[in-house]
């Protein structure tokens, strides 16, 4: 499939981070190019110049900047492939973190979709406070672990979860969820999962409580819903991350489960190392 030509007119200030996006690209792999997947390259530079605007929007609370740096939006959402213009669904959107930055984006020429449960309340009403910003997200409400539907069949580009598996697997519907964004996602369309990675080899069943899962596992358990792994990327690994923490990840900022204690310590190693996995839908 070729690259979807950008009709938009690209302002002259634009042009010089869109030129140097084209130079340094690396080209897609065959295994990438033979499933008609979003192309991230296609408007890299356009979509980077996008979200850069988004991330200094006033919306966005001093405390959720702050993470910027370990969470790497830009470089995460290009690395799924995301458009203008994308239909994307953000499954279990937490405190609305990447919400904040996907809803402007997407506002003009695109749609994006969230889920919530029926106690989700301070979601909502974030969303509800400022209908400038999310007043064209819509809602689509799941009740887990029976109910886990996204979307009409074959509607969405791109599905989206952000360091939520370790709450499926314990609860045991970590497949159905996979299954779900397997359904409502175009063919070749992708499913983009970031999540707390364990060390290598560990069983997945010593980690219940520790937020951490093993990469190795996570790509197997996708890859029996039907979906092919396009990509990896090491845009959130922390190396400093020793994952063998009295609370957890939790232990790590921005939780600091233990107060206090060693916090100096914790607050050096930062964030957590993270898988950024790439599937599609074949």
């Given at each position: ?77 290009s690395f799924f492939g995301l458009r203008e213009d994308s239909n994307v669904i953000e499954i279990w959107p937490g405190g609305g973190w990447y919400t904040q930055v996907l809803a ?12 919530n449960t029926a106690n989700g309340k301070k979601f909502a009403d974030m969303l509800a406070a400022a209908p400038d910003l999310y007043g064209k997200v819509e809602i689509r409400l ?141």
């Open positions: 499939m070729t690259n979807r030509p950008l009709t938009t007119r690209i302002p002259l200030f634009l042009i010089l981070p869109l030129a140097l996006s084209c130079a340094t690209a690396k080209p897609s792999s065959p295994a990438a190019s033979a499933a008609p997947a979003p192309a991230p390259m296609a408007a890299t530079g356009d979509v980077a110049a996008k979200l850069r605007a988004v991330l200094a929007m006033p919306h966005r609370p001093e405390k959720d900047r702050a993470r910027d740096q370990f969470r790497h939006p830009i470089e995460t959402l402007p984006f997407l506002k003009e020429k695109g749609k994006l979709a969230v889920t799941i009740n887990p672990p029976t109910e886990i539907a996204f979307g009409p069949d074959g509607s969405a580009d791109l599905v989206l979860t952000f360091r939520n598996v370790h709450g499926w697997m314990p609860a045991g519907y970590d497949g159905k969820v996979y299954e779900a964004a397997f359904r409502v996602l175009k063919s070749g369309g992708v499913f983009g999962v970031v999540e707390h990675r364990a060390k290598s080899g560990t069983d997945p069943a010593q980690l219940k409580d520790t937020g951490y899962v093993p990469e190795d596992y996570l790509i197997k358990k996708v890859q029996e819903a039907g979906f092919r792994l396009a990509d990896k990327s090491e845009i959130n690994a922390n190396p400093k991350d020793t994952k063998d923490y009295p609370k957890g990840v939790w232990t790590l900022p921005p939780t600091l489960r233990m107060g206090e204690q060693d916090k100096e310590k914790y607050l050096a190693i930062g964030e957590s190392d993270r898988m950024t996995l790439k599937f599609v839908k074949p």
